[in-house]
């Protein structure tokens, strides 16, 4: 058995506290069917810049992009949930950021009706 012993006097620890991602939606948050939306993860940290980023749906485990922006095309109702994203930058990882929830309408219809008068 080894004992180990430290001789230190004074440590320091030089803490900082992670940084929580903002994500966006475009065009909107609350879309129609056929639309294409466009999910962007921003970090904003003191000295760190080219983040590695990880995309996750609500229900699920696994990240599906780990790109900063994930285009959406031709959005279904499958697509409607909340998204949330993490940032690594080499052993920093990020807080995870709030969800957003994306909403998924049927197609837009627009009917245009006129009246004539005789």
């Known amino acids: 058995m080894a004992v180990f012993y430290s001789n230190c006097l004074e440590c320091r620890c030089h ?14 948050q609350h879309v129609f069917r056929g639309d294409t939306v466009t ?4 970090i ?3 000295g760190v ?3 590695s980023y990880s995309w ?7 990240a599906f992009s780990d790109q900063q922006e994930h285009t959406l ?3 279904t109702e499958s697509d409607a949930g909340k998204y949330t994203c993490y940032g690594l930058k080499g052993s ?23 009246q004539t008068h005789i």
Request: hydrophobic residues 25%; charged residues 25%; proline residues 5%.
């Open 56 to 62: 996750y749906k609500e229900g699920s485990s696994s």
């Open 73 to 75: 095309r031709s959005v």
């Open 92 to 114: 920093r990882w990020s807080q995870k950021s709030d969800a957003v929830t994306l909403r998924v309408s049927g197609e837009l219809h627009l009917s245009i009706h006129t």
């Open 49 to 51: 810049t080219s983040w």
């Open 39 to 42: 999910l962007r993860c921003d």
């Open 44 to 46: 904003y940290s003191e």
């Open 15 to 28: 803490c900082t506290e992670r940084p929580k991602p903002t994500v966006t939606i475009k065009p909107a």
